[in-house]
């Protein structure tokens, strides 16, 4: 399979690098973070990596026995005091989703820093016109996209209290038309678009939408796509990604409402293109004709 991705161009990264090392000077102590799809992944190591930073954590997936695990081990691995909650709900799920939040809020009494990470999809092997329209296109859409919308509704009023963070994971399949991922590419794109909508109604918030790039994830391997290949991005990429836009120096908070890839130098990215992004108000998901 073969492909063509127009993308910014700056180094890209493919693991954590020096400019993206946060724990030199951790900033999230004291932070309320809830990492929603922490179990395992990508989640688990962006949840790992905010524990290590010091922040008060919530991971949140649908199984209670391996976030029970995921949490042991997180604590074992950050070596550190801070406390780490463990709650299992669905995301496609309102009410558990709502209930999830709520308990966040009565136990620490604020929200800072919310990572919407859940996320399914089914192998890439069939035109969606072959595919059961439920259980092998729409339950992904549940998911994808109801799944982070119900994190945004119930986050973003505590978020816009505290003038907090949210991160939607996305994936680079948004920007290109990949045979057969349908499902997953069209519920990426609405992500976008509803995480744009974030950004516009809760302009406190600093909202992103972070491709944590192509990593062996067993969710990816079980797509049987043929992009093996291109996932050589380490699980670390991502997490130090989140950690640097949600840092609270502000230095990266004019990307709010834009998608980020962690592929990108963000050194290089402040440096070459802040003034392109503005003027031109990119990275967005949009029409246009050049």
Known sequence: MSFEIKDLPV????EQYPQNHIFLVPRSEEKVVVVVGA?????????????????????VSRSQKTLDEARDRIVSESRTSSDVLALAADT????????????????????DVVVANSGASSPWTKRFSE???YNDWWKFMEVNLRGTYNVAHYALPHLTKSKGYFIAVTSMAAQFNIPFASAYAVSKVASLESDASNHTEHPEVKSFSLHPGSIKTEGALGLESGMESYMTDTLQLPA??????????????????????????????????????FNKDILKTRFTVE
Not at 11 to 14: C, E, G, N, V
Not at 50 to 55: N, P, Q
């Open 92 to 111: 496609a799920d309102t009410k558990a989703i709502e209930e999830v939040i709520k308990k966040v809020v009565e136990k620490y009494g604020r929200l």
């Open 11 to 14: 180094t890209a990264r493919h």
């Open 131 to 133: 595919q059961d329209p």
């Open 240 to 277: 130090a990604t989140a950690l640097k836009l949600t840092d609270g120096s502000g230095r990266f908070d004019w990307l709010s409402g834009r998608f980020v890839s962690a592929n990108w130098d963000l050194e290089e990215v402040e440096r070459d293109w802040k003034k392109d992004i």
């Open 39 to 59: 179990s395992k992944g990508i989640g688990y190591s962006i949840a790992s990596f905010y524990a290590r930073a010091g922040a008060t954590l919530v991971i």
